[in-house]
């Protein structure tokens, strides 16, 4: 602990030269900018249940998924070619095709498919958000992870709030059961495909690892948008923003913050960040889909919030 230095006055002042920052100052700022970081990872994720559901009005799922992949993939792809950064190529090209059909191509195509079978918005967001509990799960055996025990409190306080703030929205009659069966599936693309992700891509080029990613997940997606959908898609003006915001936004920006965050600190106290997105979700579908807040959402978000801070903690 350094003792403040008193002030100086006249020339001396001008005398000394400029010592810089106080200490600690680079710490706050790298510690706000962390926070900033993990606030716009949950508002980007939490857009993407909106834009989906917005998007399946003009789209087959598996069309729309193919559609939103292969256009954020090229535009990587020229942004790579004008860095002219490096592509990857054998080994970690295989593994960034992996985590990419994982985390891309079977997340969004089975939360695609679940929404259009009738699963509302707020209960897709509910299944993906126990992908932090999947993968602690999975990082404890695969990467050697600890989890801490202010993180597990964390993550029960936390699944018991995503629970609490969308239980007035759970309806299991007509295709629920198998839309659930699609996000399940969904589920575990995400949770396996982080950890494949942070076991052997660490290293990979952002705009240019992403570019594979998402252009694998494009051609594993159009397989079934071709064989089983024949490529359903209304190019209107009001889908055009949508696939936009979906191509850019979700699949670049939010999954660029995921890896760079999974990048510096454990997949639990990042997945963890993930129990906040329903609540998330449900505020923006008040205020797009008129889907009004209720109680037990308001107390949902307090509950996770506390969750979520728990499970951030990395001492016990």
């Keep these: 602990m350094t003792m403040p230095t008193p002030p100086l006055e006249g020339a001396a002042r001008e005398a000394v030269p400029d010592a810089g920052p106080p200490v600690g100052t680079g710490e706050r700022r790298g510690r706000g900018t962390g926070a900033a970081l993990r606030v716009a990872l949950v508002v980007v994720w939490s857009s993407g249940f909106i834009s989906g559901k917005l998007g399946l009005r003009h789209a087959a799922p598996y069309t729309f998924a193919t559609l939103r992949f292969a256009i954020a993939g090229l535009v990587l792809l020229a942004i790579a070619g004008i860095r002219r950064e490096r592509l990857p190529r054998g080994r970690l090209l295989l593994h960034l095709a992996v985590a990419g059909v994982l985390v891309q191509g079977v997340q969004f195509s089975s939360i695609y498919m679940g929404m259009k079978l009738g699963v509302s918005s707020g209960l897709a967001a509910l299944v993906i958000a126990l992908y ?32 609490l703030a969308v239980a007035d929205r759970i309806d299991l009659s007509g295709g629920y059961l198998l839309g659930l069966g699609f996000l399940l599936l969904g589920l575990l693309g995400i949770s396996y495909g982080t950890v494949h992700q942070k076991r052997h891509c660490a290293r ?47 699949s670049i920006v939010g999954v660029g913050l995921l890896y760079h965050l999974l990048q510096r600190h454990g997949t639990s106290q990042v997945s963890s960040l993930f129990y906040l997105v329903p609540m998330c979700t449900a505020a923006f579908a008040a205020v797009l889909l008129d889907q009004p807040l209720g109680v037990l959402t308001l107390a949902g978000l307090v509950l996770a919030s506390a969750g979520t801070v728990l499970a951030n903690r990395v001492h016990r």
């Excluded at 990467?143 to 202010?150: F, P, S, Y």
């Excluded at 889908?239 to 979700?250: C, D, G, K, M, S």
Aim: aromatic residues 6%.
């Design 204 to 250: 990979m080029e952002p705009v240019g690892g992403n570019a594979v990613q998402l252009l694998a997940a494009a051609a594993a997606a159009l397989v079934p948008a071709l064989l089983v959908e024949g490529w359903s898609v209304e190019f209107t003006a009001s889908y055009w923003p949508v696939l936009l915001w979906t191509a850019l936004i979700n």
């Design 132 to 163: 932090p509990l999947t993968t602690s799960l999975l990082a404890v055996p695969l990467l050697g992870e600890r989890v801490t025990r202010g993180q597990c409190l964390g993550l029960v306080l936390g699944m018991g709030g995503v629970a």
